[in-house]
């Protein structure tokens, strides 16, 4: 859990810290490393004692490579024609995750015209 919150934090921080001016300066690659490196070296030790932050960065790090990993599997598919396809996915996934689809059945009944079952 350590290794997954050093890269989790050090990767967060390096970004910022090398597109961002700071006190009015641009810094160089080896300091926005080295700050980086030090915020990142906390989030792991954070994310080591707390057992609750540590599987939360974890799990949101294969989050990510899954989705990277599914971006790039259906790449050669074709592209979705509107931006609205991956948040409609995006709003659908973290709705079945949250509330079992809930969302999803009460848009469903209202695009049927049928008055919707707010109580179940």
Do not use: H, N
């Amino acid at each position: 859990m350590f290794l997954s919150g050093l890269l989790l934090g050090s990767g967060v921080i390096f970004a910022l810290c090398y597109k961002e001016q700071v006190l009015e300066t641009q810094l160089s690659v080896e300091a926005s490393a080295g700050i980086a490196l030090g915020i990142g070296a906390l989030c792991g030790l954070v994310t080591l004692l707390l057992r609750s932050v540590g599987l939360f960065a974890t799990g949101l790090q294969l989050g990510l490579l899954l989705a990277a990993a599914a971006l790039l599997a259906a790449e050669p598919l074709g592209r979705p024609q509107s931006a609205w396809v991956p948040a409609g996915a995006l709003v659908a996934c973290a709705d079945y995750a949250l509330e079992a689809l809930a969302l999803v059945l009460y848009v469903s009944e209202r695009a049927r015209t049928r008055p919707p079952r707010l109580c179940l």
